[in-house]
């Protein structure tokens, strides 16, 4: 919902070529495509079977 709203504020002001983005404390914030464009993280296969470690990794921040 936050994400939803912050893109849509984004777009009545007019901003371009920036995606809305979250913080590790959940917060909504603007990064430019390029910070972004061509990056890619892996989810690692051994957690499909073992939702604890995603969990953990999730409310982490996503790690690095």
Do not use: H, N
């Not at 296969?45 to 995603?54: G, R, T, V």
Request: hydrophobic share 40%; aromatic share 10%.
């Amino acid at each position: 919902y936050d994400c939803g709203r912050a893109a849509v504020e984004a777009a009545r002001r007019g901003e371009s070529g920036m995606m809305v983005a979250l913080s590790e404390d959940s917060t909504t914030f603007l990064t430019s495509l390029e910070s972004v464009a061509g990056k890619q993280r892996t989810f690692p296969l051994e957690w499909i079977d073992d939702p604890a470690k995603f969990r953990d990794y999730f409310l982490a921040g996503g790690g690095g």
